[in-house]
């Protein structure tokens, strides 16, 4: 749909009447040609797509330089800057708040893989309404470099020596921690990683999305394994993807037993065309198997890895109410005489 501009120009705009530039933020502070502004540019892409509401978005991050990637798009969207390592209970008492916002969390590997690994644990086996992307690059950037949980081993950086220890995987982690939805991609293939955001942004539990992405100043060897060159030679796709909303007619051409349809929450749809191999994202075991199969063969395997639409949410475990817990008037919150005269007789 086009409209006129009041500047005069006519600009696309989607199905709730906003272009692209309403879902953008502040000019990137990242260096030019990090992976991280690839990401945010699919997350702008991404929202606009699904005619994401800014407003009922609220972003959350902790301390990297991922961290500072909320500030780069859905300016109109609310968000908090937390400490390192903690972002996941800033987004646990918000979305427990109001479970009808989105959430929409930027991590490093830094901050999700060690500080923040515990954090990480316990916000999966709650399956927060939450979309977590992970913006991993293997190093500390924003404190000059250094190696961080994720780092391949014998990775040589030239400050920092030689990595003496084996990596995290995070989609792996994911994974044995019951995550609802894990998926990977490399932030050099911009096309997947905005359908897999998509996918996410439907999801009705958390949405684990590890996201390798380079740092073009401190780990930018063509061998490691979180560079451009290495991850472009080395990407083993598991399915091409797409993203199909359901205001929308499916208009996908596809042979026969050649696509797997994956019904989300909100009655979207994602689709993944198979790519030599006949993989089940539903079938968990068989996740576990190709992620330990591609690391042994050290390849970079990406799409969706699994999907889990039937395991509760926070909001269904506690049956939170309709209206949000932080709009509730007190006359509904405070208990009334008669509860507290019978709760202190049961105690006393």
């Known amino acids: ?30 260096c030019q040609g990090c992976g991280h ?10 929202a606009y797509e699904v005619n994401l509401e800014p407003e009922s978005v609220v972003k959350f991050s ?3 330089c991922s961290s500072k990637s909320p500030t780069y798009f859905l300016n109109r969207s609310f968000g908090f800057n937390g400490l390192h390592g903690r972002m ?3 987004a646990t008492g918000a979305l427990f708040g109001d479970h009808t916002l989105k959430g929409l969390a930027v991590s490093g590997d830094g901050d999700t893989a060690s500080i923040g690994m515990g954090q990480f644990k316990h916000a999966i086996r709650r399956n927060l309404r939450l979309v977590y992307i992970v913006e991993n690059n293997g190093v500390y950037g924003l404190t000059k470099g250094q190696f961080s949980a994720t780092a391949e081993m014998g990775l040589r950086l030239k400050n920092q020596g030689t990595n003496p220890y084996m990596p995290i995987d995070i989609a792996l982690e994911a994974l044995v921690g019951n995550a609802t939805f894990v998926a990977r991609s490399f932030a050099g293939d911009p096309k997947q990683v905005k359908e897999l955001i998509k996918a996410a942004l439907s999801h009705g539990g958390i949405s684990v999305l590890d996201i390798i992405s380079p740092c073009v100043t401190f780990n930018n060897q063509d061998s490691a394994m979180h560079s451009y060159t290495w991850g472009k030679e080395h990407e083993v ?9 359901p205001a929308e007619e499916i208009m996908i051409e596809y042979g026969e037993g050649e696509a797997k ?14 790519l030599g191999k006949d993989y089940d994202p539903t079938n968990r075991s068989e996740a576990l198997r190709v992620l330990e199969e591609a690391n042994a063969q050290q390849v970079l395997l990406t799409g969706l890895i699994y999907i889990n639409t039937e395991q509760p949410s926070l909001r ?5 109410t309709e209206t949000p817990l932080n709009r509730l008037s007190q006359e509904r919150i405070r208990p009334s005489r008669e509860s507290m005269e019978m709760v202190n007789g049961l105690m006393f």
């Open 88 to 90: 996941p209970s800033l």
């Open 37 to 46: 502004n690839s990401i945010s540019n699919q997350i702008i892409s991404a």
């Open 237 to 245: 796709a598991l399915h091409e993807l797409s993203f199909v909303p």
């Open 62 to 64: 902790g301390i990297g």
């Open 261 to 274: 349809e994956v019904t989300m929450h909100d009655g979207s749809t994602v689709i993944l065309k198979k």
């Open 316 to 320: 269904e475990i506690y049956n939170i």
């Open 1 to 30: 749909m086009d409209v006129q501009t009041a500047n005069g120009p006519r600009s696309q705009v989607n199905l709730i009447g906003l272009s692209r530039a309403d879902y953008r933020g502040n000019p990137t502070t990242l």
